[in-house]
């Protein structure tokens, strides 16, 4: 099993910053690629953005030039730096663990799953 805990979350005003971190313990695989994905009230769940264990990694259109998605194989841990955040940048964050090393926005590629973390943008 693996554990995947989420932290970084909170409130900030459109235009902010917010870095969300995600580390996993547990049972990990010598090569995992980490994904983050939302969901927003009413809405399915959808793919932000994933990184490789080599470090390659793929955005979602809507994100990209403004989140950034790091890891720190060494700590099991991702990172999401989001920056000019927007008001529908709001949502829940899940953190995932992929069973393949590539990247991938498809969520049924994804084994584990953290508890979430909520980031509210205020207009």
């Known amino acids: 099993q693996v554990q995947l805990v989420e932290s970084g979350g909170g409130l900030v005003q459109a235009g902010g910053s917010l870095r969300l971190s995600c580390a996993a313990s547990g049972r990990t695989s010598s090569d995992y690629a980490m994904g983050w994905f939302r969901q927003a009230p009413g809405q399915e769940r959808e793919f932000v953005a994933a990184i490789s264990w080599s470090g390659s990694t793929y955005y979602e259109y809507s994100v990209e030039g403004r989140f950034t998605i790091s890891r720190d194989n060494a700590k099991n841990t991702a990172y999401l730096q989001m920056n000019s955040l927007k008001p529908e940048d709001t949502a829940v964050y899940y953190c995932?663990?992929?069973?393949?090393?590539?990247?991938?926005?498809?969520?049924?590629?994804?084994?584990?799953w953290g508890q979430g973390t909520q980031v509210t943008v205020s207009s």
């Open positions: 995932a663990v992929s069973a393949v090393p590539g990247t991938s926005d498809d969520p049924s590629e994804y084994s584990y």
